[in-house]
């Protein structure tokens, strides 16, 4: 059982930045592919991002050239840089990781959220 736990949310200005942070709670975040997901109220939730075992990367076309996941060996954390952010990326964003190598990541273990809000 792994335990996410998502951290860097906040409010900031449209056209402002963030960084959020995945870690695995009380242990090591497993080297499997790891996704960002958020939700919007009344919206689906959607994928956004995913960095695969081996380090490639895909991205939701909504924030391609915008956002960046990377992973952070030294921390064991997967990071997701989000830059000239926009309203529309106001949303409770989570990370989730199962047992698979390479992207789509697995959801099998989720976070709890962390709220992003994006407004002037």
């Known amino acids: 059982q792994v335990q996410l736990v998502e951290s860097g949310g906040g409010l900031v200005q449209p056209g402002g930045s963030l960084r959020l942070s995945c870690a695995a709670a009380g242990t090591t975040l497993p080297g499997y592919s790891v996704g960002w997901f958020r939700q919007s109220p009344g919206k689906e939730r959607e994928g956004i991002a995913c960095?695969?075992?081996?380090?490639?990367?895909w991205y939701a076309d909504s924030v391609k050239g915008r956002f960046t996941i990377s992973r952070d060996n030294a921390k064991k954390m997967v990071l997701l840089q989000m830059n000239s952010l926009k309203e529309e990326d106001t949303a409770v964003y989570y990370c989730?990781?199962?047992?698979?190598?390479?992207?789509?990541?697995?959801?099998?273990?989720w976070g709890q959220g962390t709220q992003v809000t994006v407004s002037s």
């Open positions: 960095i695969s075992r081996g380090g490639i990367t």
């Open positions: 989730a990781t199962g047992v698979r190598n390479v992207c789509p990541a697995r959801t099998d273990y």
